[in-house]
């Protein structure tokens, strides 16, 4: 049975930094592309930034670029999502996504939200 789990969602002052952490269990995790997505309330869900199963390859939204990174650690099982820098316009509920084939593109799962495996979600909200 497959597992997603995210964490590291927090209220944070605009400026400040959080880092999201996502375990997914019950797969080869090393096999699969993994993604980060969020949904405002009344928007629909975008993603964010998308990491390869070897970890070298990464996909950022434009309005995560250059603020927001994105990691895993295969021996873990987990991928991190480091964002510096927040804005008002991030808060959202952040989740975390399985790929649906093995070895797939990171744009591929951002830009397509093909994701197999959701997790139930983390609330990251940013004060002005």
């Known amino acids: 049975q497959v597992q997603v789990v995210e964490s590291g969602g927090s209220l944070v002052q605009a400026g400040g930094s959080l880092r999201l952490s996502c375990t997914a269990s019950g797969l080869p995790f090393h096999d699969y592309t993994m993604g980060w997505f969020r949904q405002a309330p009344g928007k629909e869900r975008e993603g964010v930034s998308c990491?390869?199963?070897?970890?070298?390859?990464?996909y950022y939204t434009d309005s995560a670029k250059g603020r927001f990174t994105i990691s895993r650690d295969n021996a873990k099982n987990t991928v991190y999502l480091q964002m510096n820098s927040l804005k008002p316009e991030d808060t959202a509920m952040y989740y975390c996504?399985?790929?649906?084939?093995?070895?797939?593109?990171?744009?591929?799962?951002?830009?397509?939200?093909?994701?197999?495996?959701w997790g139930p979600g983390t609330q990251v909200t940013v004060s002005s």
């Open positions: 990491i390869n199963w070897s970890g070298d390859r990464t």
């Open positions: 996504a399985v790929d649906r084939p093995v070895y797939g593109s990171a744009s591929g799962l951002c830009l397509q939200g093909r994701g197999n495996y």
